[in-house]
Protein backbone atom coordinates (compact mmCIF):
# COMPACT_ATOMS: atom_id res chain seq x y z
CA UNK A 1 0.00 0.00 0.00
CA UNK A 2 0.90 3.35 -0.94
CA UNK A 3 2.90 5.39 1.99
CA UNK A 4 2.94 9.10 1.98
CA UNK A 5 4.78 11.15 5.05
CA UNK A 6 3.70 14.77 5.43
CA UNK A 7 6.75 16.04 7.57
CA UNK A 8 7.19 19.04 9.21
CA UNK A 9 4.32 20.13 10.23
CA UNK A 10 2.08 22.30 12.73
CA UNK A 11 -0.93 20.25 12.84
CA UNK A 12 -4.22 21.28 14.16
CA UNK A 13 -5.64 18.64 16.86
CA UNK A 14 -8.93 19.67 16.53
CA UNK A 15 -10.58 17.69 19.69
CA UNK A 16 -7.53 19.58 21.65
CA UNK A 17 -7.97 22.63 20.02
CA UNK A 18 -4.21 23.71 19.53
CA UNK A 19 -1.23 23.27 17.08
CA UNK A 20 0.85 20.40 17.38
CA UNK A 21 4.58 21.64 16.09
CA UNK A 22 7.19 19.91 14.37
CA UNK A 23 4.76 16.46 13.57
CA UNK A 24 4.71 14.03 11.01
CA UNK A 25 1.52 12.59 9.31
CA UNK A 26 1.81 9.46 8.05
CA UNK A 27 -0.93 8.02 5.57
CA UNK A 28 -1.66 4.32 4.19
CA UNK A 29 -3.95 4.25 1.44
CA UNK A 30 -6.61 5.99 2.28
CA UNK A 31 -6.36 6.10 5.64
CA UNK A 32 -4.19 8.39 8.42
CA UNK A 33 -1.90 5.41 9.96
CA UNK A 34 0.05 7.81 12.58
CA UNK A 35 0.21 11.61 13.68
CA UNK A 36 3.46 12.34 15.85
CA UNK A 37 5.72 14.39 17.00
CA UNK A 38 8.03 11.35 18.01
CA UNK A 39 11.19 10.55 15.20
CA UNK A 40 9.11 8.48 12.87
CA UNK A 41 10.70 6.28 9.94
CA UNK A 42 9.27 7.22 6.72
CA UNK A 43 12.26 6.23 4.41
CA UNK A 44 9.84 3.56 3.03
CA UNK A 45 7.46 6.76 2.47
CA UNK A 46 6.95 9.31 0.00
CA UNK A 47 8.23 12.41 2.14
CA UNK A 48 6.22 15.75 1.33
CA UNK A 49 7.68 18.60 3.44
CA UNK A 50 5.33 21.12 4.31
CA UNK A 51 7.63 23.66 5.23
CA UNK A 52 6.59 24.03 8.85
CA UNK A 53 3.05 24.89 7.40
CA UNK A 54 -0.48 24.49 9.41
CA UNK A 55 -1.87 20.96 8.57
CA UNK A 56 -6.12 20.78 9.16
CA UNK A 57 -8.48 18.04 8.70
CA UNK A 58 -10.25 18.43 5.85
CA UNK A 59 -13.14 20.72 6.60
CA UNK A 60 -16.68 19.90 6.83
CA UNK A 61 -20.10 22.27 6.07
CA UNK A 62 -23.01 20.76 7.86
CA UNK A 63 -25.35 22.98 5.91
CA UNK A 64 -25.54 22.72 2.17
CA UNK A 65 -27.60 21.82 -0.61
CA UNK A 66 -25.32 21.11 -3.44
CA UNK A 67 -28.50 21.14 -5.47
CA UNK A 68 -29.21 24.79 -5.17
CA UNK A 69 -27.94 25.88 -8.46
CA UNK A 70 -30.33 28.80 -8.80
CA UNK A 71 -31.80 31.03 -5.66
CA UNK A 72 -34.96 30.50 -7.61
CA UNK A 73 -36.14 27.73 -5.59
CA UNK A 74 -39.64 27.34 -6.84
CA UNK A 75 -38.00 27.32 -10.56
CA UNK A 76 -35.21 24.97 -9.37
CA UNK A 77 -38.32 22.31 -8.68
CA UNK A 78 -39.25 22.28 -12.45
CA UNK A 79 -35.42 21.18 -13.77
CA UNK A 80 -34.82 17.83 -15.28
CA UNK A 81 -33.31 15.93 -13.09
CA UNK A 82 -30.48 15.30 -15.56
CA UNK A 83 -29.84 19.86 -15.44
CA UNK A 84 -29.63 19.64 -11.51
CA UNK A 85 -27.21 16.79 -11.74
CA UNK A 86 -24.90 18.09 -13.69
CA UNK A 87 -25.02 21.75 -11.97
CA UNK A 88 -24.48 20.04 -8.67
CA UNK A 89 -21.33 18.15 -9.75
CA UNK A 90 -19.87 21.67 -10.90
CA UNK A 91 -21.20 22.94 -7.32
CA UNK A 92 -19.38 20.33 -5.57
CA UNK A 93 -16.37 20.20 -7.16
CA UNK A 94 -15.83 23.99 -6.28
CA UNK A 95 -17.04 22.73 -2.27
CA UNK A 96 -13.98 20.48 -2.68
CA UNK A 97 -11.35 23.14 -3.62
CA UNK A 98 -12.51 25.64 -1.25
CA UNK A 99 -11.13 22.69 1.46
CA UNK A 100 -14.54 21.10 2.63
CA UNK A 101 -13.45 17.67 1.92
CA UNK A 102 -17.23 16.20 3.46
CA UNK A 103 -20.10 17.92 3.09
CA UNK A 104 -23.62 17.26 4.64
CA UNK A 105 -26.44 18.41 2.52
CA UNK A 106 -29.19 19.83 4.68
CA UNK A 107 -31.82 18.34 1.66
CA UNK A 108 -31.85 17.99 -1.90
CA UNK A 109 -28.97 15.75 -3.00
CA UNK A 110 -29.86 11.95 -3.49
CA UNK A 111 -27.82 8.57 -3.21
CA UNK A 112 -26.92 9.43 -7.55
CA UNK A 113 -24.92 12.24 -6.48
CA UNK A 114 -23.05 10.10 -3.89
CA UNK A 115 -22.30 7.15 -6.31
CA UNK A 116 -21.39 9.45 -9.06
CA UNK A 117 -18.38 11.16 -6.59
CA UNK A 118 -17.51 7.54 -5.27
CA UNK A 119 -17.62 5.80 -8.68
CA UNK A 120 -14.91 9.15 -10.00
CA UNK A 121 -17.44 10.61 -12.66
CA UNK A 122 -16.22 13.92 -11.06
CA UNK A 123 -14.71 15.49 -7.75
CA UNK A 124 -17.03 16.00 -4.41
CA UNK A 125 -16.52 16.25 -0.94
CA UNK A 126 -17.80 13.26 0.66
CA UNK A 127 -21.69 13.63 0.54
CA UNK A 128 -24.27 12.53 3.62
CA UNK A 129 -27.29 13.29 2.46
CA UNK A 130 -30.92 13.81 3.43
CA UNK A 131 -33.11 13.30 0.42
CA UNK A 132 -35.90 15.20 0.45
CA UNK A 133 -37.38 17.56 3.24
CA UNK A 134 -40.25 16.96 5.04
CA UNK A 135 -42.35 19.81 5.20
CA UNK A 136 -46.35 19.95 6.10
CA UNK A 137 -48.93 21.62 3.66
CA UNK A 138 -47.57 25.62 3.37
CA UNK A 139 -44.40 24.53 5.35
CA UNK A 140 -40.90 25.87 4.49
CA UNK A 141 -40.30 23.20 1.78
CA UNK A 142 -43.80 24.01 0.38
CA UNK A 143 -42.77 26.45 -2.55
CA UNK A 144 -46.32 26.53 -4.15
CA UNK A 145 -47.79 30.22 -4.45
CA UNK A 146 -50.53 30.72 -3.29
CA UNK A 147 -53.60 30.62 -5.17
CA UNK A 148 -51.68 26.98 -6.97
CA UNK A 149 -53.65 23.93 -6.19
CA UNK A 150 -51.90 21.18 -7.57
CA UNK A 151 -50.05 18.44 -6.00
CA UNK A 152 -46.75 19.78 -7.48
CA UNK A 153 -44.88 18.43 -4.92
CA UNK A 154 -45.24 15.01 -4.03
CA UNK A 155 -43.70 12.46 -1.27
CA UNK A 156 -41.89 10.18 -3.80
CA UNK A 157 -38.28 10.83 -3.78
CA UNK A 158 -35.94 12.63 -6.12
CA UNK A 159 -33.66 15.12 -6.81
CA UNK A 160 -33.89 18.99 -6.01
CA UNK A 161 -35.18 21.10 -2.95
CA UNK A 162 -38.84 19.79 -3.46
CA UNK A 163 -40.39 19.10 0.00
CA UNK A 164 -41.94 15.65 0.40
CA UNK A 165 -45.56 17.35 1.63
CA UNK A 166 -47.06 15.04 4.76
CA UNK A 167 -49.51 16.12 6.97
CA UNK A 168 -50.54 14.01 10.16
CA UNK A 169 -48.35 11.43 12.07
CA UNK A 170 -49.30 8.66 9.11
CA UNK A 171 -48.06 10.61 5.89
CA UNK A 172 -45.00 12.25 8.25
CA UNK A 173 -43.57 8.08 9.31
CA UNK A 174 -44.46 7.57 5.33
CA UNK A 175 -42.41 10.71 3.69
CA UNK A 176 -39.11 9.87 6.74
CA UNK A 177 -39.24 6.22 5.58
CA UNK A 178 -39.06 7.12 1.91
CA UNK A 179 -36.13 9.19 2.48
CA UNK A 180 -35.16 5.83 4.49
CA UNK A 181 -35.54 3.56 1.93
CA UNK A 182 -33.42 5.69 -0.69
CA UNK A 183 -30.52 6.26 1.26
CA UNK A 184 -30.49 9.05 3.37
CA UNK A 185 -27.98 9.77 6.44
CA UNK A 186 -30.46 12.07 7.93
CA UNK A 187 -33.65 13.38 8.12
CA UNK A 188 -34.85 17.04 7.86
CA UNK A 189 -37.54 18.37 8.80
CA UNK A 190 -38.82 21.90 8.65
CA UNK A 191 -40.48 22.69 12.40
CA UNK A 192 -40.92 26.52 11.65
CA UNK A 193 -41.40 29.14 8.69
CA UNK A 194 -38.73 30.52 6.18
CA UNK A 195 -37.55 33.43 4.34
CA UNK A 196 -37.64 31.53 0.87
CA UNK A 197 -40.71 30.14 1.51
CA UNK A 198 -43.75 32.08 0.05
CA UNK A 199 -46.71 31.73 2.55
CA UNK A 200 -45.07 30.93 6.17
CA UNK A 201 -44.51 33.28 8.54
CA UNK A 202 -40.70 33.60 9.90
CA UNK A 203 -41.47 33.17 13.03
CA UNK A 204 -44.77 30.59 12.69
CA UNK A 205 -44.36 26.85 13.90
CA UNK A 206 -44.88 23.94 11.76
CA UNK A 207 -46.24 20.46 12.53
CA UNK A 208 -48.26 19.53 15.22
CA UNK A 209 -45.85 17.77 18.28
CA UNK A 210 -46.83 14.17 17.40
CA UNK A 211 -45.71 14.60 13.80
CA UNK A 212 -42.20 16.32 14.90
CA UNK A 213 -42.03 13.47 17.75
CA UNK A 214 -43.09 10.75 14.63
CA UNK A 215 -40.54 11.98 12.33
CA UNK A 216 -37.54 11.88 14.87
CA UNK A 217 -39.17 8.40 15.87
CA UNK A 218 -39.16 7.63 12.66
CA UNK A 219 -35.34 8.40 11.81
CA UNK A 220 -34.12 6.78 15.15
CA UNK A 221 -35.81 3.67 13.98
CA UNK A 222 -33.20 3.46 11.10
CA UNK A 223 -30.71 4.38 13.48
CA UNK A 224 -30.52 7.97 11.44
CA UNK A 225 -31.01 11.01 13.53
CA UNK A 226 -32.97 14.38 12.74
CA UNK A 227 -32.03 17.75 12.05
CA UNK A 228 -34.62 20.80 12.24
CA UNK A 229 -35.40 24.09 10.47
CA UNK A 230 -36.86 26.19 12.92
CA UNK A 231 -35.99 30.31 13.92
CA UNK A 232 -37.69 31.00 16.64
CA UNK A 233 -37.84 30.60 20.27
CA UNK A 234 -41.43 28.56 19.83
CA UNK A 235 -40.32 26.75 16.81
CA UNK A 236 -36.60 25.80 18.18
CA UNK A 237 -37.97 24.54 21.58
CA UNK A 238 -40.32 22.32 20.07
CA UNK A 239 -37.93 20.67 17.89
CA UNK A 240 -35.70 20.11 20.40
CA UNK A 241 -38.67 18.47 22.90
CA UNK A 242 -39.41 15.77 20.14
CA UNK A 243 -35.65 14.82 20.14
CA UNK A 244 -34.13 16.51 16.50
CA UNK A 245 -30.26 16.20 17.13
CA UNK A 246 -29.60 19.65 15.37
CA UNK A 247 -31.47 23.08 15.36
CA UNK A 248 -30.19 24.76 11.81
CA UNK A 249 -29.89 28.72 11.68
CA UNK A 250 -32.07 29.32 15.06
CA UNK A 251 -31.17 32.77 14.42
CA UNK A 252 -34.08 34.17 16.78
CA UNK A 253 -33.80 32.09 20.05
CA UNK A 254 -33.30 33.57 22.92
CA UNK A 255 -31.92 32.98 26.55
CA UNK A 256 -34.00 30.12 27.62
CA UNK A 257 -34.11 28.63 24.29
CA UNK A 258 -30.12 28.04 24.55
CA UNK A 259 -30.64 26.79 27.80
CA UNK A 260 -32.80 24.06 26.57
CA UNK A 261 -30.89 22.85 23.79
CA UNK A 262 -27.73 22.79 26.37
CA UNK A 263 -29.97 20.91 28.40
CA UNK A 264 -30.75 18.35 26.06
CA UNK A 265 -27.54 18.40 23.89
CA UNK A 266 -28.71 19.66 21.16
CA UNK A 267 -26.23 20.95 18.27
CA UNK A 268 -26.68 24.34 16.60
CA UNK A 269 -26.08 24.85 12.77
CA UNK A 270 -26.11 28.22 11.97
CA UNK A 271 -25.84 29.76 8.41
CA UNK A 272 -24.75 33.30 8.37
CA UNK A 273 -22.93 33.39 5.23
CA UNK A 274 -26.27 33.15 3.43
CA UNK A 275 -28.03 35.88 5.03
CA UNK A 276 -24.72 38.03 4.39
CA UNK A 277 -25.19 37.17 0.60
CA UNK A 278 -28.82 37.60 0.41
CA UNK A 279 -28.59 41.01 2.03
CA UNK A 280 -26.32 42.47 -0.45
CA UNK A 281 -27.99 40.51 -3.63
CA UNK A 282 -31.55 39.73 -2.75
CA UNK A 283 -33.72 42.69 -4.02
CA UNK A 284 -31.35 42.07 -7.55
CA UNK A 285 -32.20 38.32 -7.56
CA UNK A 286 -36.16 39.51 -7.60
CA UNK A 287 -37.14 38.63 -4.09
CA UNK A 288 -40.16 39.81 -3.31
CA UNK A 289 -40.24 42.55 -0.36
CA UNK A 290 -42.37 39.57 2.00
CA UNK A 291 -39.10 38.09 1.65
CA UNK A 292 -36.12 40.66 2.13
CA UNK A 293 -38.43 41.67 5.37
CA UNK A 294 -38.09 38.22 6.95
CA UNK A 295 -34.29 38.27 6.02
CA UNK A 296 -34.10 41.39 7.53
CA UNK A 297 -35.46 40.16 11.16
CA UNK A 298 -32.97 37.30 11.19
CA UNK A 299 -30.20 38.77 9.40
CA UNK A 300 -29.64 40.95 12.35
CA UNK A 301 -30.30 38.57 15.07
CA UNK A 302 -27.82 35.95 13.59
CA UNK A 303 -25.13 36.82 15.51
CA UNK A 304 -26.82 37.59 18.62
CA UNK A 305 -27.85 33.99 18.52
CA UNK A 306 -24.67 32.80 18.05
CA UNK A 307 -23.00 34.70 20.90
CA UNK A 308 -25.93 33.19 23.21
CA UNK A 309 -25.33 29.61 22.27
CA UNK A 310 -21.86 29.78 22.68
CA UNK A 311 -21.81 31.17 26.23
CA UNK A 312 -24.37 28.41 26.62
CA UNK A 313 -22.34 26.08 25.68
CA UNK A 314 -24.34 24.65 23.06
CA UNK A 315 -22.02 22.67 20.52
CA UNK A 316 -22.14 24.88 17.41
CA UNK A 317 -21.14 23.44 14.16
CA UNK A 318 -20.36 25.09 10.50
CA UNK A 319 -23.00 25.42 8.20
CA UNK A 320 -23.59 28.01 4.85
CA UNK A 321 -26.81 26.95 3.26
CA UNK A 322 -25.61 29.05 0.21
CA UNK A 323 -27.89 29.20 -2.93
CA UNK A 324 -26.79 29.51 -6.85
CA UNK A 325 -23.85 31.73 -8.03
CA UNK A 326 -23.52 32.77 -3.85
CA UNK A 327 -21.51 29.63 -3.15
CA UNK A 328 -18.86 31.20 -3.89
CA UNK A 329 -19.34 33.04 -0.42
CA UNK A 330 -18.79 30.06 1.12
CA UNK A 331 -15.87 31.11 3.17
CA UNK A 332 -17.09 33.64 4.37
CA UNK A 333 -18.83 32.36 7.34
CA UNK A 334 -15.33 31.89 8.94
CA UNK A 335 -15.07 35.83 9.18
CA UNK A 336 -18.49 36.16 9.74
CA UNK A 337 -18.51 33.63 12.90
CA UNK A 338 -15.47 35.91 14.41
CA UNK A 339 -17.63 38.42 15.97
CA UNK A 340 -18.51 35.20 18.58
CA UNK A 341 -16.21 32.95 18.44
CA UNK A 342 -12.50 32.42 18.40
CA UNK A 343 -10.20 31.39 15.63
CA UNK A 344 -9.94 28.04 16.97
CA UNK A 345 -13.46 27.53 17.94
CA UNK A 346 -14.19 28.41 14.23
CA UNK A 347 -11.88 26.06 13.44
CA UNK A 348 -13.35 23.17 15.63
CA UNK A 349 -17.02 23.87 14.20
CA UNK A 350 -15.93 23.35 10.41
CA UNK A 351 -13.96 19.70 11.73
CA UNK A 352 -14.70 17.87 15.23
CA UNK A 353 -17.82 19.68 15.52
CA UNK A 354 -19.77 19.09 13.02
CA UNK A 355 -18.04 15.28 12.55
CA UNK A 356 -19.47 15.05 15.97
CA UNK A 357 -22.65 16.20 15.05
CA UNK A 358 -22.99 13.83 12.28
CA UNK A 359 -21.75 11.08 14.33
CA UNK A 360 -18.58 10.26 12.28
CA UNK A 361 -15.62 11.34 14.42
CA UNK A 362 -13.70 8.33 14.22
CA UNK A 363 -12.92 8.93 10.51
CA UNK A 364 -13.30 12.83 9.67
CA UNK A 365 -12.99 16.17 10.80
CA UNK A 366 -9.68 14.97 12.97
CA UNK A 367 -6.45 13.73 12.16
CA UNK A 368 -5.66 10.36 14.14
CA UNK A 369 -5.02 6.93 12.92
CA UNK A 370 -8.12 5.54 10.62
CA UNK A 371 -9.58 8.75 10.06
CA UNK A 372 -9.65 9.33 6.45
CA UNK A 373 -6.89 10.86 4.81
CA UNK A 374 -8.82 14.21 4.06
CA UNK A 375 -6.20 17.54 4.74
CA UNK A 376 -5.61 20.77 3.54
CA UNK A 377 -1.69 22.11 4.22
CA UNK A 378 -2.57 26.02 4.36
CA UNK A 379 -0.29 29.34 4.50
CA UNK A 380 -0.71 31.00 7.35
CA UNK A 381 -1.94 30.48 10.92
CA UNK A 382 -5.95 29.79 11.14
CA UNK A 383 -5.74 29.30 14.40
CA UNK A 384 -4.93 32.68 14.86
CA UNK A 385 -6.98 34.55 12.22
CA UNK A 386 -10.09 32.88 10.24
CA UNK A 387 -9.46 35.30 7.81
CA UNK A 388 -6.99 33.13 6.85
CA UNK A 389 -9.36 30.33 5.02
CA UNK A 390 -11.90 33.18 4.09
CA UNK A 391 -9.03 34.42 1.81
CA UNK A 392 -10.09 31.58 -0.56
CA UNK A 393 -8.46 28.69 -2.22
CA UNK A 394 -5.31 30.32 -2.94
CA UNK A 395 -4.78 29.87 1.03
CA UNK A 396 -4.58 26.30 0.22
CA UNK A 397 -1.26 24.39 -0.38
CA UNK A 398 -2.00 20.62 -0.81
CA UNK A 399 -5.30 19.38 -0.16
CA UNK A 400 -5.78 15.71 0.01
CA UNK A 401 -9.04 13.72 0.40
CA UNK A 402 -9.02 10.07 1.58
CA UNK A 403 -5.45 9.40 0.53
CA UNK A 404 -5.43 11.10 -3.16
CA UNK A 405 -3.75 14.71 -3.52
CA UNK A 406 -6.87 16.64 -5.19
CA UNK A 407 -4.08 19.74 -5.89
CA UNK A 408 -0.38 20.97 -4.65
CA UNK A 409 1.29 23.68 -5.16
CA UNK A 410 3.77 23.21 -2.18
CA UNK A 411 6.86 22.56 -4.70
CA UNK A 412 5.82 25.52 -6.13
CA UNK A 413 6.27 27.04 -2.93
CA UNK A 414 9.60 25.71 -1.58
CA UNK A 415 11.25 26.74 -4.75
CA UNK A 416 11.74 23.24 -6.17
ZN1 LIG B 1 -30.88 25.06 4.15
Not at 386 to 398: D, E, F, H, P
Request: proline share 4%; charged share 20%.
Amino acid sequence: MARLALVNARVFDSAAGVLRPHSTVVIEGERVVAVTDEPVKVDDAQVIDTGGRVVLPGLIDAHVHVTASSHDLAGLALQPASLVGAHSSRIMRDMLHRGFTTVRDAAGADFGLQEAVAAGLYEGPRLFIAGQPISQTGGHADQRPKGVRSEFFCSCAGLGLAGAIADGVGEVRRAVREQVRNGANHVKIMAGGGISSPTDPIDGTQFAMDELCAAVEEAEAANLYALAHAYSPRAVSRAVRAGVRSIEHGNLVDEATVRLMKTHGTYLVPTLATYAALGVEGLRLGWSPAMMDKLQRVQSRGVDALRMAHAEGVPIAFGTDLLGHMHERQLTEFTLRSAAMSPVEVLQSATIVAARLMRQESTIGQLRPGAHADLLVVDGDPTQDASVLAAGASAIRLLMQGGRTVRSNLADAQGC
